[in-house]
Nanobody, 122 residues
Framework: QVQLVESGGGLVQAGGSLRLSCAASGGSISSIYIMGWYRQAPGKQREWVAGVTRGGTTNYEDSVKGRFTISRDNAKNTVSLQMSRLKSEDTAVYYC???????????????WGQGTQVTVSS
């Protein structure tokens, strides 16, 4: 079973940038069709943010399009989320996810990381 560990969260001012990383162990991410990022803000449901397929195709939730970039490095067994022009609305715990739970971008697979906190100050 794959294990995921996120890192890179922290406190940043609105308009700033942050890069999150997800390190996988127990399996190669090259064998996983979709790797994704989700987030959960205080008082809100967990929501899908971005995904990337084995072939490198990416997709994003509308509110982060043009600001966030997801990528995967199979050689390093990592997935990253580059976040730019951050807004206070981006404040949340960000989670890495492995696998495809449905024939769509947003249904998560079975494997989750522990989450990393991102706080954007106004």
């Amino acid at each position: 079973q794959v294990q995921l560990v996120e890192s890179g969260g922290g406190l940043v001012q609105a308009g700033g940038s942050l890069r999150l990383s997800c390190a996988a162990s127990g399996g190669s991410i090259s064998s996983i069709y979709i790797m994704g990022w989700y987030r959960q803000a205080p008082g809100k449901q967990r929501e899908w943010v971005a995904g990337v397929t084995r072939g490198g195709t990416t997709n994003y939730e509308d509110s982060v399009k043009g600001r966030f970039t997801i990528s995967r490095d199979n050689a390093k067994n990592t997935v990253s989320l580059q976040m730019s022009r951050l807004k206070s609305e981006d404040t949340a715990v960000y989670y890495c996810n492995a696998g495809q739970g449905g024939l769509n971008w947003y249904t998560p697979g079975d494997y989750w990381g522990q989450g990393t906190q991102v706080t954007v100050s106004s």
